[in-house]
Each structure stands twice: as C-alpha cells, then as structure tokens.
C-alpha cells in the first residue's frame, strides 16, 4: 500500500522546512528528517529520546547522490548497490563534509541505505534526495511495522505520518561496514552473511553482535543499547521442541502461582500446548520471515495487554533466523536457557 502523492508531496515540504516525517520502508517505519540539516538531526534525537552519539541512516532515492555525502565510493560499495539497493542494506563509508556530525553521532563515517519502498523513495525524491532516519520508534521499544505502533510512540511530537501499511519484512536493515579491508556486518538483517558473500567475498561479523560476544563494544554504536525491549521480562528457551514445551509450561504454572499474567512466543506447531492466556504464534518454523514480519508487533501486542513476563521459543540461526534471535536476544537482555539445563 502507497500513501497518496499530495501526502508525500506535503510531508516533502515538511522535511525541507526542517520538520519530521515518519514513513514506511521495506524493512521498519523511519523518523525522518533533512540529513543535511543539523537541526533536524536533533529534532530526531529529541522526538524519539535518542542517545546522540547514536548515529542516523542518511536514505537516498538515487545512485548518483551517493557521491554529495561520501569522501569516496569504493569498488565494495558500488558491487552492494548493484546487487542490493533499492533494498534492505546500509553502507558505513568515510563521510564528506557535506554530512553534520549530528546526523553521524559525531563519527567520521556515514550509514547510507537506498530503501525499495516506493512512498519511501518519493519522499526521499520530495525532499531533496537526503534524509537521515533511525527506526521510527521512542528509543528502546520495539521498531515499529505499521503506521499505528509511530502514532502510539511519537503521535503528537511529530509533524506527520505516512501510512504504508505493514512493513514487509519487519526488522530494520542489515548494516555492512566498508571502511575496514574486509567488509564487516554490523547488525544481521534480511540481507545474510552468505548473500554478501556472493557479491564481495570474505565478509567478517562484528564479534560483539554474536551471542558469545555480548561483553565487547560493537562497531555500530546503536547496538549496544538494550533496544527492542518489551516491558514484560523476556526469557529465551532453546531446545528440542518437545523438552521446550515442557518448560516453558513449567514456568508458566510458576508464574500463575506468583499472580503473575504470562505470555508465549511459539510457533504454529506448538502454539496449541501451551497452558497461557496470550499465547502468539511466531509463523510456521519453515517460514523464518514470517517470524521476522511479526516479531516486533507481537512484543508490541504485549505490551497493550500488560503481562508480566514472557517465555519465547528460540528460533534458527539460518538465513534472516539470525537477524531473528539477534533482535529477540537483545529484547531478552540475553536471557536464555537450554530447556533441561541452563545456558
Ligand atoms: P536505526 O535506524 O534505528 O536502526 O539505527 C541506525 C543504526 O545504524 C544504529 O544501530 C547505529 O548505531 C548504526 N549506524 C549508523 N551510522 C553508523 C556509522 N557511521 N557507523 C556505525 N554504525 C552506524
Ligand atoms: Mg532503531
């Protein structure tokens, strides 16, 4: 679903008169704002009560725009966009001068993405072919899918909202760092480690986004923040899928006699076990971007209906699996355990 051209005509305007504009993309709604204007940046940070060394994704409509904003396009780069953009990618390169440090969080280097979203993209085209924007959501709830989870976090606090209807794939972009000899992912997405592959060759994961490596700073400086948190306390089990619904059960009559409400996260196969009031299935486990799509409006739904604690199902760490569990690992404070004995 489109938002009408007078919409994006008039929320054009508004970005280039220094205001912000929440939009759809592919991947997550953005809080947008003229990336070139060191005002709007703040704006940004102040609408969604942002750390400001948490640098913006500065988003672009065309090709060609990329050289106004970076010190120089190499030969990684231009193989990604081919293959890439529009799309679900963001590109860390040595910023121009052009580029505030407030859109950057003061770094040297800017994040850049092309996103396939046609309202996106005419947006972007609207306002001048710059806009810098972070996931539309107040800082450490869930991203938001659709239209209603930005009216429910900024409404009111911003000059406007696009609605695109649901985000198709549900979790923001995959962000690869080409600045270092060998391109490094910085955040997992829709876009996976062996697709990049494919295109560049070696590519490395920053260590501190593995589940072993939860101590280390990460490159990306967003992601050492406890983002996507639910107000519920988030556990993680892992396991063979019998042994799961076993504990999860379990733990939920441990809640009850607490007086504490419950939720699951399970999956379609095993959402008819389990002994709790808000139950919600993830998708089909064959389908891992189902699990992607409704992640954070399910954390989001949770929240609505105030429970106290949720026990989820551990998901596969293959293809966008991995963005999956990165994302619910985080919203977890990393709180996992192996069903039959602890992680
Ligand atoms: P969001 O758009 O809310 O998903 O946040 C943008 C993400 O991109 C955050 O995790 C930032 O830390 C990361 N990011 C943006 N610019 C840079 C950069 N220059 N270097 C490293 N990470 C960046
Ligand atoms: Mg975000």
Partial sequence: MAAAREAVEEAGKILQDGGLVAFPTETVYGLGGDALNPESSRKIYAAKGRPSDNPLIVHICRWEDMSLIVREIPETAKKLGKAFWPGPITMI?????????????????????????????????????????????????????????VEEDLGGRIEMILDGGQACIGLESTIVDLTEEIPTILRPGYITKEMLEEVLGKVE?????????????????????????????????????????????????????????SGVIATDATAGRYGATFVKSAGSREREEETARELYRILREFDDEAVDVIYSEAFEESGIGQAVMNRLLKAAGHRMEMAGGAV
């Fill in 93 to 149: 390169l040595e910023k121009s001068d052009r580029v505030p440090r407030e859109t950057t969080g003061g770094l040297s280097t800017v994040a850049v993405r092309m996103p396939s979203d046609p309202t996106a993209l005419s947006l972007i085209r609207a306002a001048g072919g710059y806009v810098a924007a972070p996931s539309a959501n107040a800082s450490g709830r869930p991203s938001p899918t659709l239209a209603k989870h």
């Fill in 205 to 261: 994961i920053d260590g501190a986004i593995l589940p072993e490596g939860c101590k280390t700073a990460p490159k990306a400086p967003g992601m050492k923040y406890r983002h996507y948190a639910p107000k519920a306390e988030l556990t993680i089990i892992s396991g063979e899928e019998e042994a799961v619904v076993k504990r999860i059960n379990a733990l939920l009559k441990e809640a009850e006699k607490k007086g504490l409400r």
